[in-house]
């Protein structure tokens, strides 16, 4: 049944091609910049700097950078584990040893992404992390996020809960997409903080 009328709710698939038509509006110098606050924010994280494994990801095109925070993240000492797509949507994961470790692959008509070249560890070791990025495009109050729409990282949530894992959950956004609400449905899950260039919230 739609919902028609000054009430409605914009939907998922709307709400996602406005936030990446803003994306896709930033210059390389914006999202340097932000990169570069976003790394530094989320590595003075209580939970971040004490972590012995971090699954994040390789970010692609305008999406808030993570390969300063990867290479900080290992400099440290860390062991950083990073999604490989499988043909199903579900996630594999390999370590990160520096960007001559990643190797660029395309999956069918979609984007190519930056994936780990090396062993492969399974879908399970992501339940090792201490910490683990979520990619998304929006997050609201509640710490309800709004992912990309392909269920990979429901999959890795189900699968951390099925362990018992407990990781940190944190989702690095732009200031812009800290929203006050975007639509949820029973099985999403709040992360538990959001990291932006311009600070941290917390949600739990």
């Known amino acids: 049944m739609s919902h028609i009328g000054p009430?409605?709710?914009?939907?998922?698939?709307?709400?996602?091609?406005?936030?990446?038509t803003v994306r896709n509006g930033l210059t390389a110098d914006d999202v340097r910049e932000a990169a570069e606050s976003l790394a530094a924010r989320a590595l003075a994280m209580p939970e971040v700097a004490r972590a012995h494994a971090v699954a994040a990801y390789v970010s692609v095109g305008a999406e808030p950078g993570t390969l300063a925070l990867l290479d900080a993240l290992r400099a440290r000492g860390v062991r950083v584990l990073l999604p490989a797509l499988l043909p199903d949507n579900d996630l594999d994961w390999g370590e990160y040893?520096?960007?001559?470790?990643?190797?660029?692959?395309?999956?069918?008509?979609?984007?190519?992404?930056?994936?780990?070249?090396?062993?492969?560890?399974?879908?399970?070791?992501?339940?090792?992390?201490?910490?683990?990025?979520?990619?998304?495009l929006a997050v609201d109050?509640?710490?309800?996020r709004l992912g990309r729409g392909g269920g990979s990282y429901d999959r890795v949530l189900a699968?951390?809960?099925r362990a018992g894992a407990r990781p940190a959950l944190l989702v690095l956004l732009y200031d812009s997409e800290v929203v006050a609400q975007v639509p949820a449905e029973p099985h999403d899950r709040?992360?538990?903080?959001?990291?932006?260039?311009?600070?941290?919230?917390?949600?739990?």
């Open 7 to 20: 009430t409605a709710q914009p939907d998922k698939r709307t709400l996602r091609r406005e936030f990446l």
């Open 159 to 161: 699968r951390l809960d």
């Open 141 to 144: 109050g509640r710490g309800m």
């Open 97 to 136: 040893a520096g960007v001559d470790s990643l190797t660029l692959v395309r999956h069918g008509g979609r984007m190519a992404l930056s994936e780990p070249a090396g062993e492969r560890l399974g879908p399970d070791s992501v339940t090792e992390a201490d910490v683990v990025l979520l990619p998304g």
């Open 190 to 204: 709040p992360v538990d903080a959001v990291v932006t260039p311009s600070g941290v919230r917390r949600f739990t």
